[in-house]
């Protein structure tokens, strides 16, 4: 879907044209239930955060001015609302899981016993510390690493500048690396992506 045809969609909702929404909720549905399960590893949750985030969309639609696309507004509603519902639930954790309910793989393959128990505890370790970091730190790098995200569309979703994206992700980076160091998981990472192998694979997009 264009931008033009958001825009279209958008002025028919706001004129009380209901199929208009539910178009924009066939478009974006996957992206949002995506999003949801990857923050909190429940199906159950991430439904029904997902109705929740299309429910508080309609009802707020009339505060979209369009500055930016009407996906990373949603995105960013989604996030927020994830957000806080970890928040309430459980105030330490932010799961990153993949469809089938597994930790995001952050390591290479392991064919062997050992390497699947190796990067088992790798993952684990990524994900404590991406929980650990601070809220401004962890929504870069869930957004970049984990969503695929370009610069542009964190800048949109989050309000800042491509410059302050890139600052930012750069000092997330540099954080999740030294609590791999200090956790002893990863003691010979290297600066520049801590979601990156030794062999240069890794959890998310790489720059």
């Given amino acids: ?15 009380g ?8 909720v066939t478009e974006n549905e996957k992206l949002v239930y995506s999003l ?9 949750d991430a439904m029904d955060l997902s109705q929740e985030a299309f429910l508080r969309a ?21 996030y927020n609302i994830c957000a806080d519902f970890l928040r309430r639930k459980r105030p330490d954790a932010v799961s990153l899981v993949n469809e089938e309910g597994e930790t995001l793989d ?40 984990f969503s695929g995200m370009d610069y ?3 800048a949109e979703a989050l309000g800042i500048s491509v410059g302050t994206v890139k600052s930012r992700l750069s000092r997330a980076r540099e954080s999740l690396a030294e609590i791999l160091r200090t956790d002893g998981t990863f003691s010979d990472l290297g600066p520049s992506n801590p979601l990156e192998t030794k062999n240069g694979k ?3 997009p790489n720059d």
Wanted: hydrophobic share 35%.
């Fill in 106 to 145: 952050v390591t290479d393959d392991a064919p062997g016993p050992d390497e699947q128990a190796e990067a088992k505890e790798r993952r684990e370790a990524v994900r404590r510390a991406v929980a650990s970091l601070p809220e401004d730190k962890r929504q870069v790098i869930v957004m970049r690493e």
């Fill in 152 to 154: 542009a569309e964190i």
């Fill in 17 to 24: 044209d209901g199929s208009a929404f539910e178009r924009l």
């Fill in 58 to 78: 309609y009802s707020n639609i009339n505060s979209f001015r369009g500055g930016s696309r009407f996906s990373v507004w949603l995105y960013r509603l989604t």
């Fill in 1 to 15: 879907m264009t931008r033009e045809d958001e825009i279209r969609l958008i002025a028919a909702v706001k004129r």
């Fill in 202 to 204: 890794g959890g998310g």
């Fill in 36 to 44: 949801a399960f990857k923050m909190t590893g429940s199906r159950e």
